[in-house]
T-cell receptor
């Protein structure tokens, strides 16, 4: 039972345009959400996060939106650059004190020059 | 530049052999995680340690997998005996969690991974 779902395995976008990556979750106990970026042969690296008390967090070209009622979050990259081409993982952390991250299956983003 | 170090980076072994993967977490971090990446499942949590104590290993096949933290600078993941279905990339990650309860920034730092191939 996947508690964090990324339903789009891949996404292709033109350089300069907006990339929108989506993530859905089912566990209402999740209260902290993160996006990680992964290049081939490397470990995932932290990109941006959002607490459940907010609905938006912005860091440069990256913005994460959270819709708690829909249990949905999205990552917007504007403008997209070829260097953004990577696999993006959505992750969620539960309010249990354990704080193990539950990851989605990832979305491969390709930004075309 | 603090980083999580994993060894070996690549391992090819035959079915039935024992495999041990090692991880050196970032100094000062009090949580260590083992994740496995497969094509179908994405990143699966295998084990989670906090202050060297195992908190969650429910994602790990108990009959063949074991995870330990002999000391604060070393975490190990052992597979015995290994099977072809264990072929995957195994990631170690460490983080710092202060206190318990409500949400906090458990931002994990991942190692580069150990790619395991079991023939």
């Amino acid at each position: 039972d996947q508690q964090v779902k990324q339903n789009s395995p891949s996404l292709s976008v033109q350089e300069g345009r907006i990339s929108i990556l989506n993530c859905d979750y089912t566990n209402s106990m999740f209260d902290y959400f993160l996006w990680y970026k992964k290049y081939p042969a490397e470990g995932p690296t932290f990109l941006i996060s959002i607490s459940s008390i907010k609905d938006k967090n912005e860091d440069g070209r990256f913005t994460v939106f959270l819709n708690k009622s829909a249990k949905h979050l999205s990552l917007h990259i504007v403008p997209s650059q070829p260097g953004d081409s990577a696999v993006y993982f959505c992750a969620a952390s539960g309010n249990t004190g354990r704080r193990a991250l539950t990851f989605g299956s990832g979305t491969r983003l390709q930004v075309q020059p | 530049d603090a980083r999580v170090t994993q060894t070996p980076r690549h391992k090819v072994t035959e079915m039935g052999q024992e495999v041990t993967m090692r991880c050196q977490p970032i100094l000062g971090h009090n949580t260590v995680f083992w994740y496995r990446q497969t094509m179908m499942q994405g990143l699966e949590l295998l084990a989670y340690f906090r202050n060297r104590a195992p908190l969650d290993d429910s994602g790990m096949p108990k009959d063949r997998f074991s995870a330990e933290m002999p000391d604060a600078t070393l975490a190990t993941l052992k597979i015995q005996p290994s099977e072809p279905r264990d072929s995957a990339v195994y990631f170690c990650a460490s983080g710092l969690v202060l206190g318990t309860g409500s949400s906090g920034a458990n931002v994990l730092t991942f190692g580069a991974g150990s790619r395991l191939t079991v023939l």
